[in-house]
């Protein structure tokens, strides 16, 4: 079992910058692939990027390239998303997954159903 904890979310300006962080624990070593996900309000969770817990394999939902950034630190267990130049339409409530399966093939890392492990969100919420 892996448990998940994200932090960072907050109220920034549209244009500003926040970093979140997804710090892991209990059975780590069995992750494989990492995913960050959001969900507005009325809306379904969607993709916003993910990458090997190894590291590489960085995969960004198009309306985040080039402004967003996953990246890790095994040593201290944690998965970060660096979000710039936000705007307005990303405020949402953004989780950290993982699951022990490269999701790679067949692009099921885009596929929120595909992750074993959950975090309990965080709130990023971007003012005009």
């Known amino acids: 079992q892996v448990q998940l904890v994200e932090s960072g979310g907050g109220l920034v300006q549209a244009g500003g910058s926040l970093r979140l962080s997804c710090v892991a624990s209990?059975?780590?070593?069995?992750?494989?692939?990492i995913g960050w996900f959001r969900q507005a309000p009325g809306k379904e969770r969607e993709f916003v990027a993910a990458?090997?817990?190894?590291?590489?394999?960085?995969r960004y939902a198009d309306s985040v390239k080039g402004r967003f950034t996953i990246s890790g630190d095994n040593d201290k267990n944690t998965v970060y998303l660096q979000m710039n130049s936000l705007k307005p339409e990303d405020t949402a409530v953004y989780y950290c997954a993982a699951d022990p399966r490269s999701l790679y093939s067949g692009g099921y890392y885009l596929n929120p159903h595909a992750y074993d492990w959950w975090g309990q969100g965080t709130q990023v919420t971007v003012s005009s």
């Open positions: 209990g059975r780590t070593f069995s992750m494989y692939t």
């Open positions: 990458m090997r817990w190894s590291g590489g394999s960085t």
